[in-house]
């Protein structure tokens, strides 16, 4: 039995027990460098329009662990999404009434998402908190935080888009069957690839020629996206051929004159900027767009989806093309999802990506521990990977560890969250694939 320590139910007790009266808030967001928990409040807001808020719940909190980068070194706006979203889950399921009565709470501790000693730290925090589960949005060195879930059978639910980490767990199921995730990084590379041609079949762009210059970061991320996209360039038969080949070491990326120069020397029809830090490919579009190579589709991986992109870039931004294997479209749930954010958050910029998935993620840890004992680990996952949920990111489905993304892997969007493509328009990020989901067709840039 992992119960919550006594010192905690003291605490929720002390601070939360009028809510068994009237729906009130309990505490609030924690930016502190070290843990924190946070009762999340019962909110009227988010009960159903016409209905009455459900009776607070009481007793001991299933506490959710968020190990969330605050003071850095990376990752810090996906990691505020990831923590607004989970938040806004716990607030919305505690309106309704909680889990069987009981509320949900969100226990955080800052992380060091780069180093192995950071990442141990964090989960080995969360894990002597005695946390119910973990909603993580990624780290970067996986395997501190896999064994520490592990060893403390922690139910670990990660948008780490990590192969590596699915390997691992796959290979050790015995040890690491707490462990599920959003798709790989491996389908960014190739589904990029595989997207330019639905857009040439549009007779929005027409490629002034077939080669697709690769710009890698230098991260294992970044590596294994890059070897894709050159996978699928060589299965193109000749459609499209590969072109420059130039490494970038991430950190402290301003300066990319002289990459801009290689590009403008290759004069390729199709460059993709493989690097995934927002704020050091806003660099780039800057520089980029004051110096382009004409006629060229511009794909930035996945780091425009952070909301320090379009601050930084401001109008340098317009006609880039990305994407990212679980963003939220602007449609059906993930429309309303929108909504609702922007509503409760109406001073923060929309992040795409880590909002509305690790929103997801505590919805489907509240399904299962409506469904089975909390304390029961084994069951909890066991739930999580039979019954797969329909959420603002698309149909997630766990059973294989890791859950299928279209078009990539699965023939339907019925099957798998979505592969969605953008172009910034207009100063916003408009969806220009899948159909599906579209909001717009891909337009030619600035640059022509």
């Known amino acids: 039995m992992r119960d919550p320590v006594g010192s905690r139910r003291v605490a929720w007790l002390l601070v939360c027990g009028a809510l068994a009266l009237t729906v009130a808030a309990c505490g609030g967001s924690d930016d502190d460098t070290t843990s924190a928990t946070t009762a999340a409040p019962a909110d009227t807001a988010a009960a159903p329009a016409g209905s009455t808020a459900a009776a607070a719940p009481t007793g001991d909190p299933i506490v959710i662990g968020g190990p969330f980068a605050v003071t850095g070194p990376a990752g810090i706006a996906d990691h505020k999404d990831c923590s607004n979203g989970t938040q806004m889950a716990i607030d919305e399921i505690n309106a309704a009434g909680g889990v069987n009565g ?18 141990q730290t964090s989960f080995q925090t969360l894990a002597d908190k005695k946390v119910d589960a973990i909603v993580s949005p990624f780290v970067i060195t996986y395997q501190p935080a896999l064994d520490v879930a592990a060893a403390a059978s922690i139910p670990y639910l990660s948008g780490g888009t990590s192969s590596p980490t699915v390997a691992a767990a796959k290979a050790n199921q015995d040890k690491y069957w707490n462990f599920v995730q ?16 639905k857009i040439e079949e549009k007779g929005t762009w027409t490629p002034k020629n077939n080669k697709v210059d690769l710009v890698v970061g230098d991260s294992e991320y970044n590596q294994l996206i890059g070897e894709g996209a050159k996978k699928q360039i060589a299965a193109s038969g000749g459609k499209w051929v590969q072109g420059l080949e130039e490494q970038v070491t991430g950190g402290q990326l301003s300066d990319w004159s002289s990459v801009i120069q290689k ?6 029809g199709v460059i993709m900027i493989n690097h995934w830090v927002g704020a050091e490919l806003a660099s780039f579009a800057q520089q980029f767009s004051a110096d382009p190579v004409p006629g060229a589709l511009v794909y930035l991986q996945y780091g425009p989806s952070q909301p320090e992109f379009l601050d930084i870039a401001a109008e340098s931004a317009e006609g880039f093309y990305w994407g990212t294997v679980i963003g939220v479209p602007n449609t059906g749930k993930g429309a309303e999802f929108r909504a609702a954010y922007a509503a409760k958050y109406p001073d923060t910029a929309f992040g795409i990506v880590y909002t509305g998935w690790c929103y997801d993620m505590v919805q489907m840890l509240k399904a299962a521990w409506t469904a089975v004992d909390p304390s029961d680990t084994k069951a909890v996952v066991a739930h999580l990977k039979a019954n797969p949920y329909d959420g603002t990111t698309g149909h997630i489905d766990f059973k294989d560890v890791e859950a299928p993304v279209y078009p990539d892997n699965v023939d339907s969007p019925d099957k798998g969250v979505t592969h969605l493509f953008f172009q910034v328009q207009d100063g916003k990020h408009v969806i220009v694939g899948p159909e599906e989901y579209k909001e717009a067709d891909y337009v030619l840039p600035p640059w022509g």
């Open 102 to 119: 009981r509320p949900l709470a969100l226990e955080t501790t800052d992380i060091d998402m780069l180093t192995p000693e950071g990442v």
């Open 263 to 268: 590009l403008k020397d290759s004069d390729a």
């Open 182 to 197: 959003d798709p790989s990084e491996s389908y960014y590379g190739g589904g990029f690839i595989d997207s330019l041609a």
